[in-house]
């Protein structure tokens, strides 16, 4: 890469427009928040420094029916998922990338979810899985029920249909990211391939994996991290109800209450602290699956 | 259609096949979503509710033309939400690309103090799953007056993110041949970027700005809290929705939703290639 480096008057003004703003920017909406939200988890009711957000945290922890804990425990089962189902969304952007009968179909459909506001989609969704829908009635039918059940409002079900529903969602992938990557492999790379005899798999696990693995793992890192700040559609389907609650959601549903009546302090004090707590756990994961990455193949580039 | 198959053995057709099935499953399920939303704005109320996946006895496409006067959320008409969209997904997506792309070029392309840490924090910073700062941003917003302000654009969207990576990566393997020989021309590093690198780099910038603008277009989440009194769109139908139930007015509800995914619709079906070829992440290894 050849820098810029020839001396003129324009270069340091261009550099300070392009580099300020977005760093001032940063340093107000990520920095100073994030401080904030530090010493904040730190302050009790009175503001005064204490640990009072973290004790009230232990203590509704433990509590019966805590919805802390079942967010915790719905939260990493829902990273369990993701981690699991990753590579399966990376074969799908290669077989796109391979032209799969019907690819240039897949390309625009596969991306309807984003398209299609989730508050939309998850309207129809209701529908789908509502007590007059096959579904249900399938369901009922199938576990020997003598009424259809309501699969969202039923602790049994609704948990299983709010996971189905995310993996039915995201079952794409990042495919924007990954096919774009996937389209700059040489021809010649694969041709040399091909003409070695490869079959797709060893093409797949040992030509292109390994060609795109830093963007793989980046990608892979950025969706977990993605994870624990998302409501996903918990709080859309259910309202973190049925023991579908998720922390995101749990956070998101006591800002959203909570905003409607102005600034209250103790209340966004408390969200710092389980926030904080929630980030002593997600740091270590997503290092982890970093960590895992490298082990596999150590050119992660970051 | 079936160019994908040529010079495979019949095992791989084999598969290939599948795998085509297993995906027209998949992208047929997302297309129903639309087609389901759009014969539900056409059928009545009672026959969403008591057979929502029958066609309508009567196509009742007025109900498209309803919405525009019935869709009213806390004050806000349908004009009014349309504004708002177009205002933070529009010129907040714009504000953001700018501030993305320029950043990224400058990183790439420039050797200043910090110039070679700035992304690595970068990274680790976007890769770091750090939370629990929902309070303290709605208190800067609130201290700031920006709470339901349409200024509040300015503060949250030039910022730095993900596509911020996606353009370093892009202007990393840029050709500065053009930039080069306007520099040879007399043009000052603002002409170069402006004139010279930001139209090279148009398919790029277009395909990040859509796919931000779609995300923007249809998020709900933030909208919803920081600025309750000017809803977009989306928030706008989350609101109707308990409204229109309470009115057993499902249809309206659909149709509007019909009417709210179009233009997300539309720019994607047109720009689809450009979106889906270039954008990549990362160099490649080897």
């Known amino acids: 890469m050849v820098k810029n480096r020839i001396k003129n008057k324009w270069r340091i003004p261009f550099i300070l427009f392009a580099v300020v703003p977005p760093l001032l920017n940063l340093l107000v909406i990520y920095i100073y928040t994030n401080f904030s939200s530090f010493f904040m988890a730190f302050r009790d009711s009175n503001g005064a420094w204490g640990f009072e957000q973290f004790v009230r945290l232990v203590r509704e922890f433990n509590m019966e029916g805590s919805d802390i804990k079942l967010g915790l425990r719905n939260t990493l089962l829902t990273f369990a998922i993701i981690f699991i189902s990753f590579p399966f969304k990376v074969l799908v952007s290669y077989f796109i990338y391979k032209k799969v009968p ?52 039923d602790g049994r079900f609704a948990n299983i249909v709010v996971l189905l529903n995310m993996i039915w969602l995201q079952f794409p992938g990042p495919l ?71 922390i995101s959601s749990w956070m998101y549903l006591q800002l959203q209450q909570y905003s409607v009546s102005g600034y209250n302090s103790n209340v966004y004090n408390y ?19 970093r960590k895992l990455a490298s082990k596999i193949n150590n050119d992660v580039e970051f | 259609m079936f160019e994908g198959l040529k010079r495979k053995s019949i095992g791989e057709k084999a598969l290939y096949i599948v795998v085509a099935c297993v995906f027209m499953l998949v992208a047929l399920s997302y297309v129903y979503i639309l087609v389901w939303t759009f014969i539900a704005g056409a059928k009545t109320h009672t026959e969403i509710v008591m057979d929502p996946f029958s066609l309508p006895d009567k196509w009742n496409f007025k109900h498209y033309l309803e919405v525009f006067e019935v869709f009213k959320v806390n004050n806000s008409n349908f004009g009014d939400m349309l504004f708002n969209s177009i205002w933070f997904a529009g010129a907040g997506t714009l504000l953001t690309q700018l501030c993305s792309a320029t950043f990224a070029y ?160 539309i720019l994607f079906i047109v720009f689809n290639k450009t979106i889906m070829t270039s954008v990549s992440l990362g160099g490649l290894k080897g």
Do not use: H
């Not at chain 1, 963007?215 to 969706?223: A, E, I």
């Not at chain 2, 007399?186 to 930001?198: E, H, M, S, T, W």
């Not at chain 2, 779609?214 to 919803?224: F, G, K």
């Open chain 2, 106 to 265: 400058c990183l790439a392309k420039y050797t200043f103090p910090g110039s070679n840490k700035i992304y690595v924090v970068l990274v680790a910073l976007l890769s770091l799953p750090i939370f629990g700062s929902g309070g303290a941003m709605y208190k800067l917003y609130y201290n700031l007056g920006l709470i339901n302000n349409y200024a509040q654009v300015l503060l949250s969207y030039a910022a730095l993110n993900m596509y911020t990576l996606y353009y370093v990566a892009y202007f990393q393997s840029f050709s500065g041949a053009y930039a080069e020989a306007a520099r040879m021309d007399g043009a000052n590093d603002f002409q170069i970027y402006f004139k010279v690198v930001l139209p090279q780099a148009k398919p790029m910038f277009l395909a990040m700005f859509l796919t931000q603008f779609i995300t923007e277009w249809n998020t709900y989440e933030s909208t919803l809290i920081y600025l309750p009194k000017r809803p977009t769109l989306p928030v706008g139908i989350f609101q109707f929705n308990s409204e229109m139930i309470y009115n057993l007015r499902l249809d309206i509800l659909f149709a509007a939703c019909f009417i709210v995914v179009l233009p997300a619709l």
């Open chain 1, 102 to 153: 019907g690819y240039k179909f897949y390309r625009v459909a596969f991306f309807l979810p984003n398209i299609i506001f989730s508050v939309c989609v998850s309207l129809v969704f209701k529908r789908a899985v509502g007590p007059t829908g096959v579904i249900a009635e399938t369901v009922g039918k199938v576990m020997g029920l003598d009424y259809v059940p309501e699969l969202l409002a």
């Open chain 1, 271 to 289: 969200l710092s602290a389980v926030g904080l707590v929630i980030t002593a756990i997600a740091v270590p994961l997503a290092l982890g699956v």
């Open chain 1, 176 to 246: 924007i990211i990954l096919g774009g990557t996937f389209s700059r492999i040489p021809d010649e790379v694969l041709e040399a391939g091909r003409v070695d005899g490869t079959t797709w798999i060893t093409e797949f696990t040992q030509l292109i994996v390994p060609m795109v693995w830093p963007t793989v793992t980046l990608q892979m890192v950025l969706t977990i991290a993605g994870l624990f700040g998302s409501t996903g559609q918990v709080f859309l389907l259910t309202g973190g109800s049925y023991g579908t609650m998720t």
